[in-house]
């Protein structure tokens, strides 16, 4: 079965000091993962995923196959990466890709000024 | 970027009545839509996919009778929550995947809170 895992409801931090978001995943196959990030009052929007191996907004993540993992990671956070940051990891399916994605319970990243 | 929008954004209805949400992608089109419900904890849970032009497909413990959903266009998804009750009370998100690229990506509407007194 799919299942994403966030364990940390709240990370709260000072500006500038190191962020790790944790993700651990559970999926038979070979997953995607991706980090999506709600702000306040606004739609949920992708930020990153594994496949693209890029920084976003200083973010950055990388699948670790061993630990099942997809840690979000930021040197020097600051207060606008105050969000809602939810892991989610998308099936590949036998002959393709599914479109499914299925999403952790979300960790809520305080950004104390 | 794609847009999805959802309508409406905020709606209060009375117990027992239905309440139709659309989700609509403005400016692609999009053969599979997801449904999911954003519980005050914040944890978003997937409630169906809405495939264009057939059935829906359930996650377990979603009742397909409870929550109706219909594709009847590459832009348009609907879902209709039957006799709603308080517990019905939620945050419904949708999301339409744009091919391409890659792997494509999924675009979210800014979500429907439904209050159901």
């Known amino acids: 079965a799919q299942r994403v895992t966030q364990p940390e409801k709240l990370l709260s931090v000072f500006k500038g000091a190191p962020v790790e978001l944790k993700c651990n995943y559970s999926?038979?196959?070979?997953?995607?993962l991706f980090w999506y990030v709600q702000y306040s009052r606004q739609r949920l929007q992708l930020l990153l995923r594994h496949i693209s191996r890029e920084s976003i907004k200083g973010f950055t993540a990388d699948l670790n196959k061993g630990e099942t993992s997809f840690h979000l990671k930021k040197p020097f956070a600051q207060e606008e990466d105050s969000a809602m940051y939810y892991c989610a990891l998308r099936g590949v399916a036998y002959g393709g890709a599914t479109n499914k994605l299925i999403f952790g319970t979300g960790t809520l990243l305080a950004v104390q000024p | 970027g794609a847009v999805v929008s959802q309508h409406p954004s905020r709606v209060i209805c009375k117990s027992g009545t239905s309440v139709k949400i659309e989700c609509r992608s403005l400016?692609?089109?999009?053969?599979?839509m997801f449904w999911y419900r954003q519980f005050p904890k914040k944890s978003l849970m997937l409630m169906a996919t809405s495939n264009e032009g057939s059935k829906a497909t359930y996650e377990q413990g979603v009742e397909k009778d409870k929550f109706l959903i219909n594709h009847a266009s590459l832009t348009l998804s609907t879902l209709t929550v039957t006799s709603a009750h308080p517990e019905d009370s939620s945050f419904y998100i949708c999301s339409a995947f744009l091919a391409g690229g890659n792997t494509g990506e999924l675009f979210f509407g800014e979500g429907s809170r439904l209050t159901v007194l």
């Open positions: 400016d692609f089109q999009a053969t599979t």
């Open positions: 999926y038979s196959g070979s997953p995607e």
